[in-house]
Every structure is written in structure tokens, then in C-alpha cells.
């Protein structure tokens, strides 16, 4: 009896588990995998003025004909526009992702270092600028680097220039505004990560005679790497396709992906090009997620 009761407890463990696993499978499939496939398929059709979907398979005459169009990758490939914007959204998403580490670390590590009760006051702080509009923070930047803005005003008021500088719809203005925009997906993981850190580990090395700086570059760092690449990878990827930071604050000479993409759908209206050209973006963004993954479970099988 005893025997049958732990059998039916343990099958109803299993069912249970296997529910609670297929419900976000089942929310993953019908939001990402199956828009995805419908992206690809469309990739693959005519343009079509009366369809935008495009058509891949056509029936005369009772005879069916799959046509598969793979004349957008391949004008994707040889096209240097696409290819200087694919190369450009990767270079600026890249070195936004450095400056969101070199700023976000320090804050982050304070932050674990923290007094307990101070925590949550920095903590509000990282959070707060997510309680405005996203629009709102980045037009914000057009009146702080703008000729007549906020900085130029106060850098002659201070006698560092003579003449405005300009900064907006340059590089620069975007890779700022990017840097503001993510930089909290960069410090969130960090401090999960520095806050459990075991404090143990820095006072066996600085009573084995190491400074600081060794103890940081020795033990800080390496106990932190997964928050490193979580934060790398929730800035990196979002960043590659980004629309608004570009489209407000870039200028010609900051074309991203996101803004072709944008041109092709709803400018050119031809939808299986834009299609292409989103199924390549999102193969990019694999790359760097099969990385952390691989990373990931490198780290589950040392600890085992």
C-alpha cells in the first residue's frame, strides 16, 4: 500500500513537472517560434503589390509549384549597403555593450557592497528611469546635446568653449543615448551576481598577501563572469536591432538595421525583402546567445 502511494505521488510529480515545463514552451512556440516561421516563409516569396504576405506555393491545373525565392539573401550578401549596416549595428551595439560594463560594474559593485538598508535606495535609483516613457528619456538627450541645449549652454557658461559643439545626430549622440537607455540591463544581473558573492574569498587573498587590484582582477571578476555575459548579452542583442535611439539621435552617418528594416516594410512595402533581412538579423543574435548558453552550461556541469 505503502509502495502504491509513493507510485502514485511520485507519477503526479512528474505530471505536474511536465505541465509546469509546457506551459512557457507553449507561450515561447505561439509568440516566438511560429511569428519567426512566418517571417522566414515570406522571405522566401515573390512581392506581391495585392498580397504583401507574398506567395510560396501556387496550383494549376491540379499541379502544385513550391517557389522558393532565395534571390533577398543573396542580394542581401553582395549589396555593400547591407552589408556596412549589418557591420555598423554590430559595431555600435558592441561598443555600447563596453561602456555599459565599464560604467555599470562599478555601480553594480557598490551596490553588493552596500549596506543592507542603503540597497534598496540604489536599487529605486537603477529602476527609477524605467518609470518614465522611453520617448520621453530619449528626446530628453535631443535637448541636452542639441546646439542651443543644456551642455553647450553650460560648457560656454564655464568658459571650456567659445562656440556650441556639435553633437546631435553624430555617433556620438547615439552611442550615448544607447549607453543611457541600457545600461540598467546591465547593471541588474551584475549586482545579482556581486551580492552573493562570498566575502570569504576576498579575505583569503588579501590575507595571502594580494592587493586590491589582485584581489578584484583575481577573484571579482572571474566569480562574476556570468553576470558579465548576461548583462553583455540583455544589452548587446537588443542594441543590434535597435529603431528609436538611431532614428532620434543618430544621423546619416549611424545607419542601423532597424532603421532598413523599417524602409523596406513600410517605404519600399516589399515585405519579403524586410523579411530577409530580419531572419539575418535574428541569426546574428543567435550567435551570441548560443555563446552564454554554451557558457552556461559549462558552468552547471563544474558545479556538478
Not at 566569480?223 to 540583455?234: D, E, P, R, T, Y
Request: hydrophobic share 55%.
Amino acid at each position: 500500500m505503502k509502495n502504491k502511494l509513493l507510485h502514485a505521488c511520485s507519477l503526479r510529480w512528474i505530471t505536474g513537472r511536465r505541465v509546469v515545463i509546457a506551459v512557457p514552451f507553449l507561450w515561447l512556440t505561439c509568440a516566438f517560434l511560429i511569428p519567426f516561421l512566418i517571417v522566414a516563409r515570406i522571405s522566401f516569396t515573390e512581392s506581391d503589390s495585392g498580397n504583401p504576405f507574398g506567395t510560396l506555393m501556387t496550383m494549376v491545373e491540379g499541379v502544385i509549384t513550391l517557389k522558393v525565392k532565395i534571390s533577398n539573401y543573396l542580394f542581401i550578401a553582395q549589396d555593400d549597403l547591407y552589408v556596412l549596416t549589418y557591420l555598423s549595428s554590430l559595431k555600435y551595439a558592441a561598443i555600447t555593450t563596453v561602456l555599459c560594463l565599464a560604467i555599470g560594474y562599478p555601480f553594480a559593485y557598490f551596490m553588493a557592497r552596500a549596506k543592507p538598508t542603503l540597497r534598496p535606495v540604489l536599487m529605486m535609483m537603477v529602476m527609477l528611469p524605467f518609470w518614465t516613457s522611453f520617448l520621453l528619456r530619449i528626446y530628453a538627450w535631443k535637448g541636452i546635446l542639441a546646439n542651443n541645449g543644456i551642455l553647450n549652454h553650460f560648457l560656454i557658461s564655464i568658459g571650456a568653449i567659445t562656440e556650441p559643439l556639435h553633437m546631435m545626430n553624430t555617433p556620438f549622440s547615439l552611442v550615448i543615448g544607447m549607453t543611457y537607455a541600457y545600461l540598467p540591463f546591465m547593471i541588474l544581473p551584475l549586482y545579482a551576481n556581486l551580492v552573493k558573492m562570498d566575502i570569504r574569498f576576498l579575505e583569503a587573498a588579501a590575507d595571502l598577501g594580494a592587493t586590491p587590484l589582485q584581489t578584484f582582477w583575481r577573484i571579482t571578476v572571474p566569480l562574476s563572469k556570468s553576470g558579465i555575459i548576461a548583462g553583455s548579452m540583455l544589452v548587446f542583442i537588443p542594441a543590434v536591432g535597435e529603431y528609436v535611439i538611431p532614428e532620434l539621435l543618430g544621423g546619416p552617418e549611424t545607419l542601423m538595421i532597424g532603421h532598413v528594416l523599417w524602409d523596406e516594410f513600410f517605404t519600399n512595402n516589399d515585405w519579403p525583402m524586410a523579411s530577409a533581412v530580419t531572419v539575418v538579423v535574428i541569426l546574428l543574435i543567435l550567435v551570441p546567445m548560443a555563446i552564454f548558453n554554451k557558457y552556461q552550461a559549462e558552468q552547471a556541469e563544474g558545479r556538478a
